[in-house]
Structures are given as C-alpha cells and as structure tokens.
C-alpha cells in the first residue's frame, strides 16, 4: 500500500466533496481541547449541553466492557475516569454512530464495536497503558467508510460491488478507484479532528501496521482485532473478506493458542451485549 501525504489524501478529498458535518459542539471541543488550561468540568458541559450527545457518551462510558465498579454519572467525571482523548474520542464514536444510524449502517457500527471490545479485551491482556484508548481506536478505526458511505454513496456501492466480484480486497478495489483507501480518509479525519497518535495511527494503518511509527503496539492490536472479529463475524464492514493478517503485527502481539482462545471467548460473550448499544 502506497503511503500517501496529507497534502496527496487533502487534495483527492477536496476533489470528491465535503465531508460530513460533525456535530457543532464536537467541532467546538476539538477547538477547546487545544487549550492547555481547559478544565474536565468545562468540557463535561460543553458535551451535556447537547443531551442527545451526552446520554450517548455516558451510555458507551457505563458500558459492561469498560467494568468501572461504580457508576459513571456525568461527562466531567468520564472525563477524570477515563481521560480526555477517551472521552473525545467517544463523542466522536457517538456523532458518528449518529451518521451511521441515518445511513442505515448497523451492520459497520456493530463491527466497529467488535473490534472496539476485542481491542481491549487484547490491551488489558498486554497490560498496555490506557486500553481504554484502544477501545476508542477500534470504535473509529473504520471511520473513513462512514465518509465513504454517507458522502460519497455511489463510489461506495461502485467498490463494495467490484469487492465482491473476485479476488481484490476491498481496500485494494479503493486503491484502484480513489488512488486512497477508507484508512487514508479515516487518518485525515483524525488529524483534522488532532486526535493524539495513539487513535490516529491505529485509525490510518489498521490495514498496514507496519507503517506505524508511534502507536506501535496499538496500531498491532487494533489490526490483529479487526481480522479476529471479521473471522467471527461479528457485523459486516461492508465485505465478506477476511483481510490478510500481519505477521509482524501478530508476532508482536505474542499470544499462544491458550491466550488466543481465552481471548476470543471473552469477546464473544461481550458480543452478545453489543445489542444494548446499538
């Protein structure tokens, strides 16, 4: 897969259009959070006043899969808990959840969820620091299909049914038609958005760990996840295709067959809540 610069995958989006509009008062965090003195209470009720928004935030942050013993009962204490790339990272989940929903896109959401469970089903295991973000990083790992699918509907059909002619991937069939791919899309959003490295890598190499320079671990994870969860199929991304998994990638994550099952049979019984939250 080609490496494109953000100046290549700007350019090629510019071309085909807008790209959705995010909420106002998501686009007036992104803005907050760049502000080194902004308070966990300013941002809480920033949120709380979009009630939609924030019922949404809290729902995923009280999620079983994330097992904090107590209640999590406002946005600021989310905030505190879990850490403000989390909680921005899941307003961000929850808008496009929004998008999805409108789009009729269960099927992705409930993937995307998927790989958001065994993402940190996999970090806990690893004892990474902050799973929590890796939980986030599998929510929007797809996100540029969102962008795809939502924006751009006739391209979208044009490579799920050419992906679903022969052999080509689906990512390879964007590669032909785009010149990028749903991840180069889903790196843009993230920089736009200035998610930190450790979402943006996993967002833009899911497909390609080993072109991550930062968010090694993670971005290995979230690809390692990806593939487990498509293999049981939990939700369509929008394929049939299992992708090719990365050696490196699962060499790092150094599992045996004992650790792998332990693994997949805790994600699947969380699958089975992934009902609640759609």
């Known amino acids: 897969m080609n490496k494109l610069s953000e100046t290549d995958i700007r350019n090629r989006i510019e071309k085909l259009g ?3 509009t995010l909420p106002h ?3 007036k965090l992104t803005a907050m959070i760049g502000r080194p003195s ?4 300013e941002i809480g009720s920033l949120i709380e006043k979009d009630q939609v928004l924030s019922a949404k935030v809290l729902r995923l942050a009280n999620s079983p899969f994330y097992g904090f013993p107590s209640r999590i ?11 403000l790339n989390v909680v921005k990272g899941l307003t961000l989940c929850a808008s496009a959840f929004g998008i999805m929903k409108e789009a009729g896109m269960d099927q992705l959401w409930r993937h995307s969820l998927g790989v ?4 940190h089903i996999l970090g806990v295991r690893l004892q990474v620091k902050n799973p929590e973000e890796l939980f986030v990083a599998g929510l929007l790992h797809d996100i540029g299909k969102v962008v795809l699918y939502v ?23 964007e590669q032909e038609l785009l010149s990028l791919t749903h991840a180069d899309i889903g790196g843009y959003l993230a920089n736009a958005w200035h998610l930190p490295v450790t979402l943006r890598e996993p967002i833009m190499y899911h497909h390609a760990p080993t072109l991550a320079q930062e968010a090694v671990l993670q971005t290995a994870i979230v690809h ?10 939990c939700g369509n991304p929008g394929d049939d295709q299992v992708p090719p998994l990365s050696k490196q990638a699962w060499d ?6 004992a650790a792998l099952a332990e693994c997949i049979t805790k994600a699947s019984a969380e699958f089975d809540m992934i009902d609640d939250y759609l």
């Open 151 to 173: 924006k751009w509907a006739d391209v979208a059909e044009s490579i799920k049914t050419a992906s679903q002619k022969g052999d080509p991937s689906m990512i390879e069939v």
């Open 38 to 41: 902004v308070s966990t209470e």
């Open 116 to 119: 958001a469970i065994t993402s």
């Open 25 to 27: 008062v998501v686009q």
């Open 252 to 257: 790092m994550l150094g599992l045996d067959e």
């Open 18 to 20: 807008d790209l959705p």
């Open 224 to 233: 390692v996840a990806d593939i487990l969860v498509k293999g049981l199929a």
């Open 73 to 83: 009962a406002s946005v600021a204490h989310a905030v505190i808990i879990l850490g």
